[in-house]
């Protein structure tokens, strides 16, 4: 079994700053891609930014320059820096890992519970 605990979620005024934190821990022999989604109301669930095991990173046009992701590979832990927040970031941000799990070996996608971001004066 594998465990992704996000926090950091909270209300924050447009233009401002919040950092999300999601750290994995169970029976990990090693993570692949990690990333964060989000869902806002009445909308489908849709990619934020991901970051692969070397560093290599993707980021959805709408956060581009704004929202910086990173991970410690050595704690199982993914952030995503988000500023110059905007009223349309308002959604609930989901961790997701690409895990190869002990003892099988087998590579299997986890998400975590969800952190309510809400961006509002």
């Known amino acids: 079994q594998v465990q992704l605990v996000e926090s950091g979620g909270g209300l924050v005024q447009p233009g401002g700053s919040l950092r999300l934190s999601c750290a994995a821990s169970g029976r990990i022999l090693s993570i692949n891609t990690m990333g964060w989604y989000r869902q806002a109301p009445g909308k489908q669930r849709e990619l934020v930014a991901t970051i692969t095991s070397g560093g290599s990173t993707n980021y959805a046009d709408s956060v581009k320059g704004r929202f910086t992701i990173s991970r410690d590979n050595a704690k199982n832990t993914v952030a995503l820096q988000m500023n110059s927040l905007k009223p349309e970031d308002t959604a609930v941000y989901y961790c997701?890992?690409?895990?190869?799990?002990?003892?099988?070996?087998?590579?299997?996608?986890?998400w975590g519970q969800g952190t309510q971001v809400t961006v509002s004066s």
């Open positions: 997701n890992a690409a895990v190869r799990t002990l003892p099988t070996r087998a590579e299997y996608n986890y």
